[in-house]
């Protein structure tokens, strides 16, 4: 089980239909595929998703510190060496989807080479997560076409809905139009990206304070320190921190000094054992967790709801893990399916995943 070499691939695949939210967009999935390989053949992957935007990663910078500092610092090691590979990697600032994505890739490795699922390795606690649906911007009308459309198709009957624009009635139209359209049995919460001042926050949820909302997410900066909890201390819904609590330490002082009361574990920047960490510290300290998508294919997906279904915690609340439907294609020889509303884990060693070979030679970058 010993780690002879990491490789970083860059691909790209055209979304559909591009995801605008209030700090950035995407219309293609420039992503780096991660495969670690050990002495016994056994090959496990992951997906790493630049987003300069969030983290101000580049997908050029990951393939970079991947080659030239993390591969070099983990060859060598036993895939069971979890905590020393978390602390090589841990020398380098920065980098969070690079480092998880062979965080992930080394889980999957070492459920390959045991014959066991991740989920099972992690907890084994279900098999399958409800899914949330992340709508971005467009007029009323659009989204509550796409959010029907998910409903009708899909089953799913949670919405994440993206704000942040000015002035704040564009958004309130759309949650309004939404509510309305979809009616009282649909979740529904809105997540700005830091886009509205902390007043802005506050009157947008004021006149949205009738269409029930789960949660409100990173609304505006965290770094607007006392404008921020201001804001959360007079929503009378939990205040999710996104992007503002990437690392355990980041978590603990958000929610500590009052700028927020729950937390979104996304897998695709704290790999398995940095959101394990997140994940109890969550546990311990009381707050309502929510699986989040850092805009993944379908690889990243799958690695979100073998996590999400490992736990009763990251399981309870429906993870968002359908925005890979709005790409044009994936590296996934067998499609991931969402129905009646819910993802399942892939059954099989590891992560459960293979990749199609024709699919990775049209889309990879680097040849
Ligand atoms: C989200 O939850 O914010 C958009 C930006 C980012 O960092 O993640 C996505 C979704
Ligand atoms: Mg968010």
Redesign the pocket.
């Known amino acids: 089980m010993k780690i002879t070499r990491v490789e970083a691939i860059p691909f790209a695949i055209p979304y559909r239909k591009p ?1 605008r ?1 209030a ?2 967009e995407v219309h293609a999935a420039e992503h780096v595929l991660v495969r670690v390989h050990t002495d016994d053949g056994v090959v496990g992957v992951a997906e790493a998703p630049p ?1 300069p ?3 101000g990663e580049t997908q050029a910078g990951i393939v970079t510190v991947i080659d030239t500092i993390f591969a070099p610092q983990l060859t060598g090691l036993s895939l069971l060496e979890r905590e020393t590979a978390y602390a090589r990697l841990a020398r380098t600032v920065g980098n969070p989807t690079a480092k998880a994505a062979i965080d992930m890739a080394m889980w999957d490795a070492l459920g390959r080479s045991l014959d066991v699922s991740v989920t099972e390795l992690l907890g084994a606690y279900t098999d399958r997560m409800r899914v949330s649906h ?1 709508l971005g911007f467009d007029d009323p009308a659009a989204m509550v076409a796409e959010a029907e459309k998910m409903r009708d198709t899909y089953g799913i009957t949670t919405f ?1 809905v993206k704000v942040g624009r000015r002035p704040v009635s564009l958004d309130t139209a759309v949650v309004r139009a939404l509510r309305e359209g979809l009616g009282e049995s649909v979740e529904l919460y809105v ?1 700005g ?1 830091r886009g509205w001042t902390a007043a802005e926050s506050a009157r947008a949820m004021k006149e949205m304070a009738d269409l029930d909302l789960l949660f409100a ?2 609304l505006c900066p965290a770094d607007d320190v006392l404008g921020r909890r201001w804001l959360v201390q007079q929503l009378d819904v939990p205040f999710i921190a ?2 503002s609590a990437v690392t355990q330490a980041d978590v603990t002082r958000e929610v500590l000094g009052g700028s927020a009361t729950a937390v ?1 574990i ?1 897998t695709a920047r704290t790999g398995f054992t940095g959101s394990q960490r997140t994940h109890h510290l969550a546990e311990g300290l009381g707050l309502e967790v929510v699986m ?4 993944d294919g379908q690889l990243g997906s799958l690695c979100t709801v073998a996590f999400g279904a490992a736990h009763a915690l990251t399981s309870r609340r429906a993870g ?1 893990l359908s925005n890979f439907l709005d790409m044009s294609d994936d590296l996934l020889a067998e499609p991931l399916r969402i129905s009646d509303g819910e993802l399942t884990v892939r059954p099989g060693a590891g992560l459960g995943a293979e990749l199609d070979p024709d699919k990775l030679r049209h889309y990879r970058q680097d040849r």
Do not use: A, H, P
């Not at 989040?292 to 805009?295: K, L, P, R, S």
């Open positions: 995801l939210f700090s950035g987003r935007f969030t983290y992340m994440k997540d990206n997410e990173e996104d992007e979104s996304k989040g998508n850092q805009v968002e």
